[in-house]
């Protein structure tokens, strides 16, 4: 069994984009700016544009974070986009899922510009990576993509299972790894709450890629030998035995799973940080898209 | 063994359509409008024009057909769709693919304002389609759902094996599928030109959607015992004993297959009528948003 391991994978993918940022200065460009737009303070989501944050200043970016108060109106986010979008200094746009209940997610990520969408989820880019058209693939599926290409994972041909049918995972993730690519070319099977037979496709699985959120629901019984294992799930379970009171579970049973694996994702260490990776990989697009037009 | 009879699925769709139609010249609104465009004279794409003309006199739309010569520059097909964008008299606009060979299908299909993309291509009513938000769904799996839905076929939980992933029926067919929808929640599998071990997927298919575009593909060694079979393909091999000098063949063996179905599209007159009657449907959409908005 192989460690897929994210750290380090998204480590030589950050490493790579500071030297191209430098590269950037010495020629006197712009750098890339992501603003990013948490609203309210829920705790997960504090930790994960934190995160992001702190990658921008590891890699030489700007980075702008607005934090709002969860009250704000639709109207009045709206109209901070519309600012976003129209300043000349942003390359990429983030607005921190969830927002408040009283706030359409959808009204909000339609808002921004697709040419500064690096999230991903503007139905216009949707759309084009489901045409294989050059797009902002959003962050945790092209994370993953980044992933099994940095191990040199050969998916051609491979069964690829994916459980889960997220906008922002399954479903892109299911159209990647099928599409006529490499890493890609899998047949994919597509499974979800109405699925009847989940752990006998599970079985047939070369690649499972479990997107659920449901803390260690793969198990061993669930994965035939030598498969690739690539966990999404990212839950805080209530552990007393941690300062923070909580644990981090993914959807895979990882002391069961992991030495039927050939190779397999930690949680964390795994999917996480190549979600970041793959946000800076496409802001520096949105930057670069600006500076060569 | 039921016969998914295209004819006649299409006929209650175009019924009511027609009625809905005569609604709105009584309430003296305006009737659909649909605008074709056809460049050069490839055989086939004289038939589907012609018959989608043809549905529209049926129903009571008002159609244009617009003949472009062969050779007619990209930028000039680009202005006339752009004064088919402008006209507000036109409700959709429809391409018949494939264009020349000089002319960038992507170009054009982009170029077609979204609110006027019957044939649903536009990458933002892709993503649209991805997300499960309202908007034109591509005739042909469009159609094939119509079908589903007229047969009242059960799919929930079924396992739906689409051979083929183009971006015109295998892809989106695969979503529509797999989402939260009825017709729809089936777990999917997508199989392709580099999946291994074809037969024995669609030997667990309790639905098969062949839309790879090889005649008589799919054997009855390929099919499971009450499978719904859905054949996409229609391709024209030469036949000296048809006065046309060909016939048109499916992707699936019928006669060695239907047997062992429960449910089988024939073609012609399955998959084919509907996709006709599917466009009919996008556009009278189309003229309703215009006419409410």
New interface residues.
Partial sequence: MELLDGQLASRAIKDALAIQVAQLKTEGKKVPHLAAVLVGNNGASETYVGAKVKACAEIGYKSTLLRLESDISENRLLNIIEELNDDPDVDGILVQLPLPKHISD?KVINAIHPSKDVDGF???????M????PTFVPATPYGIMLLLEHYKIDT??K?AIVVG?S?IVG?PM??LL???TNPG????????S????LKE?CLQGDIIVAALGKPEFVTASMVKKGAVIIDVGITRVPDASKKSGFALKGDVNFKEVAPLASYITPVPGGVGPMTIAALMKNTFRACKERNDS
């Fill in positions: 959808e503007h139905p216009e880019n949707v759309g084009r489901v045409q294989g058209l051609r041909g069964h049918r906008n479903r299911s159209i099928s599409g006529n070319n899998c047949t994919v099977t597509i499974c979800h109405h699925t009847h037979n496709l």
